[in-house]
């Protein structure tokens, strides 16, 4: 956990050791965030609520990653009319990606709140995150809080970078694509057969370790510009983007715009991916982006004077992947009650 730097000055914190990499301190926070809500479901009662743990998680990538983060944080009340919580941006200062992120916290009967309507704007919030994180160039996920496990697929397993904790706890933060949420959402409101269950939407979630996952691919590789990392990152992105359109595409969506305009809602709030045409195709080496000139305005702003954002949300993280001078320790275990 964090710690101290030295006894009388604890406003100056640091994490114990040398920096984790960002893929050790997801397990670590996702660890914490499962064994957290069971407690809290359990002999610990209330559980926290999803800005809590929304605001620990922001909290500790601050503290724990020093300046290869910075944090902005906007309006709450601006945030609220939106559907997403935050956004995390992974990049090198030039090139990049952005996930829209709408948290989820798992009740103790296994459910989470999909289905929440927006009055405002006459519409879902999964709808609302979809079309918003489009207007602004990010992948819309839903970052789902856990406090159950389920069996590691063979063909996922490797792709957990050695990062898994023995009691599974490492499922406690896991993401899924907002499209798959809306196949959910569509099937409900157009009565189809079939219904995607949460017990289904939470087993092909990803922990989010395996999605954000920073570590070098050779060891003693030098990669001064992160660009391995990021097209590692972006390319299990796709993969998490892809899959959730073609849960959505198999979908009978009639001939209505969204779930909301099934519903009677707003019939300008569209399904759409973030992938463009190239949604069923994959790439051998995914295509870096350059980021979106906020971004850019956002990496050189004072944090207590931010820009103002096109489309508001709580706060955004953004995450520098470019190599240092310092040392990153990969080896962040899983927190033990």
């Known amino acids: 956990m964090i710690m101290p730097?030295?006894?009388?000055?604890?406003?100056?914190?640091?994490w114990p050791g040398s920096r984790p990499s960002l893929c050790g301190l997801l397990k670590w926070m996702a660890s914490d965030t499962y064994h957290w809500l069971r407690d809290g479901y359990g002999p610990h009662t209330p559980p926290p609520g999803e800005e809590t743990f929304t605001d620990v998680h922001i909290r500790h990538l601050r503290q724990a990653m020093g300046s290869r983060v910075k944090v902005v944080q906007f309006n709450k009340e601006q945030e609220s009319f939106n559907g997403a919580d935050w956004e995390l941006w992974i990049h090198n200062r030039s090139h990049g990606l952005g996930f829209r992120i709408q948290a989820k916290k798992e009740s103790k009967?296994?459910?989470?709140?999909?289905?929440?309507?927006?009055?405002?704007?006459?519409?879902?919030?999964?709808?609302?995150l979809i079309h918003d994180a489009q207007a602004v160039g990010c992948i819309p996920v839903y970052l789902l809080y856990n406090h159950e496990a389920w069996a590691i697929r063979k063909d996922a397993a490797r792709l957990l970078c050695g990062h898994t904790a023995d009691d599974r706890s490492h499922y406690g933060c896991s993401l899924l694509s907002a499209h798959q949420v809306q196949a959910q959402l569509f099937s409900q409101a157009l009565g189809v057969r079939g219904r995607i269950s949460h017990v289904q939407l939470r087993e092909i979630?990803?922990?989010?370790?395996?999605?954000?996952?920073?570590?070098k691919g050779k060891a003693g590789?030098?990669?001064?510009?992160g660009t391995g990392t990021l097209q590692a990152i972006?390319?299990?992105?796709?993969?998490?983007?892809?899959?959730?359109?073609?849960?959505?595409?198999?979908?009978?969506?009639?001939?209505?715009?969204?779930p909301?305009?099934?519903?009677?809602?707003?019939?300008?709030?569209?399904?759409g991916t973030w992938l463009g045409d190239q949604a069923t195709e994959e790439r051998p080496e995914p295509v870096l982006r350059a980021l979106p000139d906020r971004v850019l305005r956002l990496l050189e702003a004072d944090p207590l004077r931010p820009p103002?954002?096109?489309?508001?949300?709580r706060a955004v993280v953004l995450y520098d992947v470019s190599d240092a001078e310092e040392t990153v320790n990969h080896l962040v275990g899983c927190v033990r009650y």
């Open 260 to 271: 909301s305009h099934a519903c009677g809602g707003n019939p300008e709030v569209r399904v």
């Open 109 to 128: 009967e296994g459910q989470y709140g999909f289905r929440y309507w927006l009055d405002e704007r006459k519409a879902f919030q999964c709808d609302l």
């Open 5 to 14: 730097l030295r006894p009388g000055l604890p406003e100056q914190t640091v």
């Open 205 to 215: 979630s990803a922990p989010w370790n395996q999605v954000l996952c920073d570590l």
């Open 308 to 313: 103002e954002q096109p489309i508001p949300t």
């Open 234 to 258: 972006q390319r299990r992105a796709e993969a998490v983007e892809r899959a959730g359109w073609a849960t959505l595409s198999s979908v009978d969506r009639g001939e209505f715009a969204s």
């Open 221 to 225: 590789a030098r990669d001064p510009r």
